[in-house]
């Protein structure tokens, strides 16, 4: 489960079902048989990777929580 709230997104780039719906999965991988619905959720992930997963981005995001261990006041 680690990381997919962070890059799966629902409606974006993504359809989610929950743990062994083999139902809700058919209709999620269903979704995808339409070309355009794939390079749209393509293009999506691509924008969600370039936007929160690079190492400036996660380094400032780990600073911020270092910081706020270090001095919870501020």
């Known amino acids: 489960h680690s990381g ?3 890059a799966a997104r629902e409606g974006h780039n993504a359809v989610l079902v929950t743990e062994r719906d ?4 058919v209709d999620g991988l269903g979704h995808f048989a ?3 619905r794939r390079l749209t959720a393509g293009k ?6 370039d936007g929160d ?4 981005t996660q380094g ?15």
């Open 4 to 6: 997919i709230p962070d």
């Open 22 to 25: 083999v139902a809700g999965l």
């Open 34 to 36: 339409d070309p355009t």
């Open 44 to 49: 999506a992930s691509i924008g969600i990777v």
């Open 53 to 56: 997963f690079q190492a400036d």
């Open 60 to 74: 400032d995001r780990l600073l911020q929580i270092l910081e706020a261990i270090r001095d919870p006041a501020s």
